[in-house]
T-cell receptor
Framework: ETGVTQTPRHLVMGMTNKKSLKCEQH?????MYWYKQSAKKPLELMFV???????ENNSVPSRFSPECPNSSHLFLHLHTLQPEDSALYLC?????????????FGQGTRLTVV | KNEVEQSPQNLTAQEGEFITINCSYS?????LHWLQQHPGGGIVSLFM???GKKKHGRLIATINIQEKHSSLHITASHPRDSAVYIC????????????FGKGTRLSVIA
């Protein structure tokens, strides 16, 4: 148990579906992150929420829509995805500024778009 | 060219061997991370360092700021060490995104 829980662990969805990924942290952290890990590519930061406010989104396509209702929960809403969006989506949290850059990662959701 | 380069990309070792994974970066940093990603996808932070050397069990991480280089060493390797090891750096404080290397896939054979 890492303290950061992601659900579901695996998801297969069609290009016309709408689904959501969920992340929950039990560490009392004040910042949460969504990362995308595609095959043979470095991890890419998608979104950062600090104190429930989005601070960075790195030009992610609008078919990915994050939501952070409180400091413990983070969602990634997905709609009309493309097959190239198939990847491992990782959530992480940290306590800023005290922890600097030390992030705790969830187990990830492996997404397949068909 | 990625700002963070790791070598080797793949590494196979016999149980008990001493392992070194290297990370070079091309930007000024304030911290460097070593992460371990297990086959199921979960990622664990191993070290965060900005100078010198850190040790945890059989793992040792070193960094040379002047040479912009870090190494992760595993002593007395074991099959359970098989994972992808990822180097990441950050150039500023706060929530600036980490820049990740592509990872080194390590397989330790009994």
């Amino acid at each position: 148990e890492t303290g950061v829980t992601q659900t579901p662990r695996h998801l297969v969805m069609g290009m016309t579906n709408k689904k959501s990924l969920k992340c929950e942290q039990h560490l009392g952290h004040n910042a949460m992150y969504w990362y995308k890990q595609s095959a043979k590519k470095p991890l890419e930061l998608m979104f950062v929420y600090s104190l429930e406010e989005r601070v960075e989104n790195n030009s992610v396509p609008s078919r990915f829509s994050p939501e952070c209702p409180n400091s413990s929960h983070l969602f990634l809403h997905l709609h009309t995805l493309q097959p190239e969006d198939s990847a491992l989506y990782l959530c992480a949290s940290s306590q800023e500024p005290q922890n600097g850059f030390l992030r705790v990662f969830g187990q990830g959701t492996r997404l397949t778009v068909v | 060219k990625n700002e963070v380069e790791q070598s080797p990309q793949n590494l196979t070792a016999q149980e008990g061997e001493f392992i070194t994974i290297n990370c070079s970066y091309s930007v000024g940093i304030s911290a460097l991370h070593w992460l371990q990603q297990h086959p199921g996808g979960g990622i664990v932070s191993l070290f965060m360092l900005s100078s010198g050397k850190k040790k945890h069990g059989r793992l040792i991480a070193t960094i040379n700021i002047q040479e912009k280089h870090s190494s992760l060493h595993i002593t007395a390797s074991h099959p359970r060490d098989s994972a992808v090891y990822i180097c990441a750096v950050s150039t500023n404080s706060g929530n600036t995104p980490l820049v990740f290397g592509k990872g080194t896939r390590l397989s330790v054979i009994a």
